[in-house]
Every structure is written in C-alpha cells, then in structure tokens.
C-alpha cells in the first residue's frame, strides 16, 4: 500500500525516537507504551536501542502492543492536526519524517549521561 496521506513509514529510528519522547516527557505521558525497537545500521540508533531496553527493564514498561502500528498512525495523525494551522494538518509522512531526522537528538535528550 503506498498512500502517504494514509500510512507512514516505520522503521528504527522513528521506533527510537517515538519510545525516547515518552521519556523526555514522562512526567507529562503518564502510562508509556513501548515500541518495538528495529535493528539499524546507525551505530548511535544501536547504542539508544540498549539504553532503551535497559529502561524498558529498569521501568517495567508493558510490552509492544500487537496493534502499535496503528497506535502509531493515530498519534501521526493526532500530532500532524496539533502542530499544522487550524484547518491544515500536517501530513502524517511529514511527522514521520519530524521523527526520523530528530531521532539521534531524541536519544541524546533521552539520555543525556550516556554521550
């Protein structure tokens, strides 16, 4: 399927990204909801993703939810209408790529002992 209004892409970095904001924020989120890691090639996306399995553990994070792509698509959609002009929400590709381009900064921030 390729509708990029519809579906955005998932793929390691937006995973880090999407579980480090829950941290940057906790005190805001309340309840977190993991994301599951993927495998990357990026040796700072690798070292966020141990760092973040070790917080999953230290914090009993629930497990990834069979659903979290759509969860994720929602929370696209729902940050696209927030940060877009009142009747011209950003584009669900546009907040993925938001993601995706910020992640290393998200994991720093995160984490910021661990640099």
């Known amino acids: 399927m390729r509708d990029p ?4 892409i998932f793929d390691a970095r937006v995973s880090s990204s ?5 941290i940057i ?3 805001r989120i309340g309840a977190s909801r993991r994301f599951p890691l993927l ?3 990026n040796r700072k996306v690798t070292r966020g993703n141990t760092l973040l399995r070790r917080h999953f553990e230290a914090h009993a994070w629930p497990r990834v939810e069979e659903r979290f792509y ?3 698509l929602a929370l696209c959609k729902a940050a696209g209408e927030r940060i877009g002009a009142p009747g011209a929400p950003l584009p669900i ?3 993925e790529m938001a993601l995706f381009a910020h992640t290393e900064e ?3 921030a995160a984490f910021p002992d661990a640099a």
């Open 5 to 8: 209004l519809a579906f955005a």
């Open 18 to 22: 999407l579980n480090a904001l829950q």
């Open 25 to 27: 924020h906790r005190d």
């Open 39 to 41: 495998a990357s090639q």
């Open 70 to 72: 759509e969860h994720y």
């Open 93 to 95: 590709y546009a907040v």
């Open 106 to 108: 998200l994991l720093g």
